[in-house]
């Protein structure tokens, strides 16, 4: 059966996903904006299905949309990785109606796999929007994101402008030296929201490079 991949969010960078799976889920291949997702943590890297959840009752994420990758060629794991986190993280903005880099809310691609992409012809990869710090989700996140309220502090200011404008280096060197849990590190881990699907936080300068 063909499968799709996981890509860990930006709150998830360093998560080992536990294989998981349920014969009366929704198949991922199926999914459509606004269908929750009762459990992320569960899911294994590949997976065919989706445990679907009540919205209404409290969930780990819910599906925003979906981003259709070009070419003919398979770009490699990590190529796909990339190419669905920067095209969810468009249609991020559009259905929560928060940049995804400022928003208390997380990112959680699904993408195709060489097999999928090879056999059925899929180009398809899944946006999931996840609760930061594995927190759980309850109700609809269309149109009702969040942004950080704190502001930059003064004295990363500097980093903080050149890692959203692409500096890598100055992107691990943020998350590095930034307090845990602020939107400073937020920002250094995430590459300055270039890419959430590190296994490793603070690779920014080699991926850039």
């Known amino acids: 059966m063909p499968i799709r991949r996981v890509v860990a969010a ?25 269908e929750c997702v009762e459990s992320i943590s569960d899911l294994g890297t590949e ?25 003919d060629d398979f770009p490699g794991q990590e190529g796909i990785g990339q190419e669905a986190f920067e095209g969810c993280a468009g249609v991020f903005a559009d259905y929560v109606g928060v940049e995804l880099i400022a928003s208390t809310l997380d990112l959680f691609p699904i993408s195709p796999t060489q097999q999928s992409w090879d056999e059925i012809d899929d180009r398809e990869s899944i946006c999931v929007a996840v609760g930061q710090n594995s927190e759980q989700l309850e109700g609809s996140v269309k149109d009702g994101g969040d942004e950080f309220e704190a502001p930059i502090a003064a004295e990363f ?4 402008d050149s890692c959203l404008g692409g500096d890598g280096a100055a992107c691990d060197e943020l998350y590095n030296t930034s307090p845990a849990e602020s939107v400073e590190e937020r920002i250094g881990a995430s590459c300055g929201g270039r890419d959430l699907a590190f296994e490793t936080v603070g690779a920014c300068a080699g991926a850039a490079g």
Do not use: K, R, W, Y
């Not at 998830?12 to 606004?34: I, K, M, R």
């Not at 065919?48 to 994420?61: K, M």
């Open 10 to 34: 930006a709150a998830s960078l360093t998560l080992v996903l536990a294989a998981a799976g349920c014969s009366d889920d929704e198949s991922v291949f199926n999914q459509e904006a606004g």
């Open 47 to 71: 997976i065919s299905e989706l445990p679907e959840a009540d919205c209404a009752q409290p969930h780990d994420g819910e599906v925003i949309g979906t981003f259709t990758h070009d070419g």
């Open 157 to 160: 200011a500097d980093l903080t």
